[in-house]
């Protein structure tokens, strides 16, 4: 038995372990989709103890996915740059909060307010402190 978990190379002591033996065809399976070169420590071994964490998450599907994505990306790398991707908000305008109320987004505007009959009209705060 190794004193370290060989997917995170941290020491088995650090956290629960589970010792694969059926699944081991599976860790050799998900390393060669990962090309990662595990496979080659994995193919002569019978068992292996590892982290229950460290297991979960280097075979699921969706790591899987984005440790290709970041091989791939590590190796294009040298040839191009791509500009990291981000959304842009443009269909939202910036929010004016000298003219509009924090709370309900309503036109806080008190010269309109003053021109409404006084049973109608809504009081309006304004706010100068974190604290309010």
Do not use: W
């Not at 004193?3 to 941290?10: A, L, M, N, P, S």
């Not at 989709?33 to 075979?59: A, G, I, P, W």
């Not at 929010?95 to 009081?123: G, M, P, S, T, W």
């Amino acid at each position: 038995m190794s004193e370290v978990c060989f997917i995170c190379d941290k020491p088995l002591k650090e956290s629960e372990v589970v010792v694969v033996d059926r699944g081991v065809k599976t860790l050799i399976d998900v390393s060669v989709e990962r090309n990662d070169k595990f496979f080659e420590y994995l193919k002569d071994k019978q068992s292996v103890t590892v982290h229950v964490q460290c297991r979960k998450m280097y075979t699921r599907k969706s790591s899987i996915v984005a440790a290709k994505r970041q091989r791939e990306t590590e190796q294009g790398s040298t040839f191009t740059i791509s500009p990291p991707h981000t959304r842009a908000r443009v269909s939202e305008p910036d929010f004016n909060f000298k003219i509009y109320c924090l709370f309900c987004h309503d036109e806080a505007n008190e010269e309109a307010e003053k021109k409404k009959a006084q049973n109608v009209r809504r009081k309006i705060y304004n706010v100068s402190t974190l604290e309010f």
